[in-house]
């Protein structure tokens, strides 16, 4: 049918069927991208819009009720609502979008509030804005942003002084489009002629499968151009992040190990494929039985997943100093407990997505990825190609957290692309993506801890198993990363932790904002809290007591010599935790069905690769034209690498952060910056932007023969170097370029300096440590089991705080998770494949956030710099953890902590 509508203030029309949803309407037909589709079901709010002046998903109105309404979408709410331009400046100038995939709802729905209320409280913001769901934020700049614009604060920020940029908590550089809807993800920018392509997934944990007629069903369905399965694959049909451990199908051959794997998939034009009932394809099913849980798994006689893994263990991990079991028994204080945790859904906002196209005898992938060159090296084995055969361009990133650090859509769309020679596409549901993509390991850890009568830590003896699902994925990294932390920044000098990663029969586990860190604190840290309670200390002063120091070993033997700043971040706690604690024993004195507690959790975490190389590689150049660029390849998923990688480049070359043009991560246009995860970018890839501008400016030093005090300047065409009140022009355009078109470059690299752990698991594991530590408060509902977190305070030592509001917003957005860890977040596979059912914290959930910035500077890192997102999320549950604790004397030893659990925890307290 013809429909017509009013679109940003202009007439529209097109041709639409009536039951279409308007966000495809708006996408498709009227190509207004910003409006951005997460889950087609109205749980995410990323679709809103205005229809005649009201809140809407778009994703849930009809094509034919949108017929004569006036339409406002974020391309048009700085020219049709009151505030809206005021409304993209404020997110811009307070960090309120991170990757950016639900700022355009958030938008919209401020702007929406702002019409009706144009002076809102901070809690009206909040209702308003509690329909759109964000993964990044924690939701606290975007309070902020909505509140500034409504008072008309609105803040155009300057580009920092020359030589100042480091520390300047400047705008993000590319958060431009970000705010105006124009930014194109995964799914954004598919060519119309794009083949389509949908996957055919396993309905059971386990089940042998026999494929039917594919010819016929394909005849008999129009518009289908191709079904691909195992037997297309040109090279091999295996895939994993780390190469050793590949062991993923593309396409399962003869059984599935997991609901959700893949067996084929059917390429076509776009409204014939999505029309397709893919319950009607010929695939027979023999479902058998399946191990879901690790004990199941590990028990004798279970099924093998993989013939090459016995016991379905697929690695240990060993860190051993001292003699543990020694110290234990001849302990005066010993504490011990089992602790579980559950899978966890990363719930990024963007379903992942992507296009291919051939182009000669090359792949050109766009995707929504966090490790392009893996991405590259991986498909290349898939197809049979050589690594540079495959380009992948990656695309705006919205929300990864560990997850697209793993292949998701790039070998389907890059086999449908090389085998039928047009562009071919492919977006996942929301169901699709909660249900075939990698989780947070569950774990269940057994832990014993042991102390003087004075307070000092002796001896650790922690054992842990990790349910890493049907395939490898990020298990190893997981089982070895852990040993090395379970400790938490403390001196323990007798200690011993060992790991497993398990096979099962679920969702593969894999990489998730800590690589199992956050699952370790949760028993480290409440079995801290249980010996001080038993020497009767308080809990803070007895981490500031055994806290690391710069000269203190850690479990490893690795002996930091600076940067060490966990004591620095108690410190920062107690003036809030004396007063929190004293408010809360006065609330509870008279009240008994409400009760409050405090807690605090410490963390560290080992920044990039643990024991193995990791470097990154940075080009910086000066055209002609008198313009630096920067090539640089780290993906920013939202925490900020194109802004602070630049920030840092711009100090170390002595030129003005204006005078840079950022070349985005590509792998034919960048060098490899390595992937965007294990907290490493802004330490890894930042430190080969420092060098990379310090090498430059040599370079342009020489070319002036100037000393190292010169101070240079760049204008249209030429070169200025100032010394000694001489002034010396240096024409660029009379210079020979090189290959890349630039008349000076450098291109230098760093890798971290560790050493391989030995046998015991004693060596360098890191360069760098990020610490911190996170005070909770909370209320405990006590005839309901309900958790209410009422506020946070976050130290945090990150060496140096490159960009202040991006550090704060990677605080805030992890501590937002730490609280769905600790309270909400649980997924079962084969439950729960959406946004409704599997809850994320809302607006409404998160607390009001202090960050304190610790800067104790690592000679290592770039200025001194550390990484931050990871440790953003990991003392936080714990901490939560401890306050209900001492809020009732319920232990919590499963997360998460649900409201029936803590009512059973509260029953079992010992009597007082």
């Not at 769901?133 to 020359?162: F, H, M, N, W």
């Not at 490899?672 to 490493?680: F, L, Q």
């Not at 070319?703 to 190292?708: D, F, G, I, T, V």
């Not at 101070?711 to 370029?737: A, F, S």
Request: hydrophobic share 45%; aromatic share 6%; proline share 7%.
């Amino acid at each position: 049918m013809a429909i017509a509508f009013e679109l940003n203030g202009t007439p529209v029309s097109c041709e639409a069927a009536p039951a279409l949803r308007l966000s495809e309407v708006l996408r498709r037909h009227l190509f207004q991208m910003g409006t951005k589709s997460g889950c087609d079901a109205g749980d995410c709010g990323a679709c809103t819009v205005l229809i005649d002046g009201e809140t809407a998903c778009a994703c849930l109105v009809p094509a034919a009720q949108a017929d004569g309404a006036r339409i406002v979408t974020i391309e048009g709410i700085a020219a049709n609502t009151a505030k809206g331009d005021a409304l993209q400046q404020a997110f811009l100038s307070r960090g309120a979008a991170q990757c950016g995939i639900c700022t355009p709802g958030m938008l919209v729905a401020a702007a929406a509030l702002l019409e009706n209320d144009p002076a809102p409280s901070r809690e009206t913001i909040a209702d308003a804005l509690g329909g759109v769901l964000c993964r990044c934020t924690g939701y606290a700049k975007i309070i902020d942003a909505v509140a500034d614009a409504a008072a008309g604060i609105i803040t155009r920020q300057e580009s920092p002084q020359q030589g100042h940029a480091v520390g300047s908590a400047i705008a993000r550089l590319d958060g431009g489009p970000k705010v105006a809807g124009s930014e194109l993800f995964g799914a954004d920018a598919v060519p119309p002629d794009a083949l389509w392509i949908r996957a055919v997934r396993s309905p059971h944990h386990r089940a042998a499968f026999l494929l039917g007629d594919l010819a016929a069903y394909a005849a008999a369905h129009p518009g289908i151009v191709r079904i691909l399965t195992a037997s297309d694959i040109p090279g091999r049909n295996v895939f994993g992040v780390i190469p050793p451990f590949a062991d993923q199908p593309v396409f399962a051959e003869g059984e599935v190990r997991f609901r959700g794997e893949a067996v084929a998939a059917v390429v076509g034009e776009r409204e014939a494929v999505e029309g397709l009932d893919l319950l009607a394809f010929p695939v027979t099913w023999e479902e058998r039985p399946a191990v879901l849980g690790m004990a199941e798994a590990l028990a004798e006689g279970a099924p093998r997943l993989h013939e090459a893994r016995p016991g379905n263990v697929l690695i240990r991990g060993l860190v051993e100093r001292g003699d543990a079991a020694a110290a234990l028994a001849s302990a005066p204080i010993r504490v011990e407990g089992l602790f579980e945790t559950s899978f966890v859904e990363h719930a990024y906002i963007e379903p992942e997505a992507g296009w291919a196209r051939r182009v000669g005898g090359r792949i050109e992938i766009t995707a929504s990825t966090q490790a392009p060159y893996m991405d590259r090296d991986d498909t290349a084995a898939i197809m049979g190609l050589r690594p540079e055969d495959i380009r992948i361009i990656p695309s705006a990133c919205g929300g990864g957290f560990g997850s697209k650090l793993d292949l998701s859509v790039q070998p389907y769309v890059a086999l449908a692309a090389w085998l039928t020679g047009r562009p071919a596409a492919m977006v996942y549901s929301r169901q699709e993506s909660i249900q075939s993509t990698t989780k947070r390991h569950p774990a269940v850890m057994r832990s014993v801890m042991a102390a003087t009568r004075e307070g000092d830590l002796l001896a650790m003896d922690f054992e842990a198993d990790f349910n890493t699902g049907a395939y490898a994925s990020w298990g190893p990294t997981v089982a070895n990363r852990v040993p090395v932390h379970a400790s938490g920044p403390y001196a323990v000098p007798h200690y011993r932790a060992r790991t497993r990663a398990v096979l099962t029969h679920c969702v593969p586990a894999g990489a998730f904002r800590g690589f199992g860190v956050p699952q370790t604190v949760i028993a480290q840290e409440q079995l801290l809290d249980m010996l001080a309670e038993k020497i009767g200390i308080d809990p803070l002063d007895f981490r500031i007591r055994n806290a690391l120091t710069n000269d203190t070993p850690t479990v490893t033997g690795q002996v930091m010599g600076d940067g060490v700043g966990i004591r620095a971040c108690f410190e920062a706690l107690k003036p809030h935790w004396q007063a929190a604690r004293r408010q809360a024993e006065a609330f509870n004195a008279g009240h008994s069905h409400v009760r409050r507690g405090v807690g605090v959790a410490g963390m560290f975490y080992g920044c990039g690769n643990t024991s193995l190389p990791n470097p990154s590689t940075i080009r910086f150049g000066l055209r002609p034209d008198g313009r630096l660029s920067l090539h640089q390849g780290a993906v920013d998923i939202g925490q900020g690498a194109n802004t602070v990688i630049t920030q840092i480049a711009a100090d170390a070359v002595g030129l003005p952060l204006a005078m840079i043009d950022l070349v985005s991560p590509d792998t034919d246009l960048t060098p490899d910056c390595g992937k965007t995860s294990a907290s490493r970018q802004t330490f890894v890839t930042g430190k080969a932007a420092e060098r990379a501008g310090l090498a430059l400016r040599r370079l342009l030093l020489r070319l002036a023969n100037a000393s190292e005090a010169a101070r240079l300047d760049l204008g249209p065409g030429r070169l200025r170097v100032i010394e000694g009140g001489l002034l010396r022009d240096v024409d660029l355009h009379g210079l020979p370029r090189d290959a890349h078109g630039y008349v000076l470059c450098a291109e230098e690299s760093f890798d971290p300096p560790t050493s391989p752990l030995d046998a015991k698991g004693q060596g360098k594991p890191y360069a760098v440590y990020g610490y911190g530590a996170h005070l909770a408060e909370i209320e405990v509902d006590m005839r309901l089991g309900t958790v209410k977190v009422m506020r946070i305070v976050a130290a945090h030592d990150v060496g140096r705080a490159i960009n202040p509001v991006l550090v704060e917003g990677q605080i805030e957005g992890g501590v937002a998770q730490g609280i769905g860890m600790a309270l909400m977040e649980e997924f079962t596979p084969g439950r729960g494949e959406n946004l409704h059912d599997y809850l994320i914290p809302t607006i409404g959930d998160v607390p009001p956030i202090e960050s304190i910035l610790v800067e104790c500077a690592s000679s290592a890192g770039p200025f001194g710099a550390k990484g931050i997102g990871e440790q953003a999320l990991i003392p936080t549950a714990p901490a939560i953890l401890n306050a209900i604790h001492h809020a009732c004397g319920a232990r919590l030893t499963r997360t998460p902590a649900t409201p029936d659990r803590v009512l059973a925890a509260i029953r079992l307290r010992p009597p007082a």
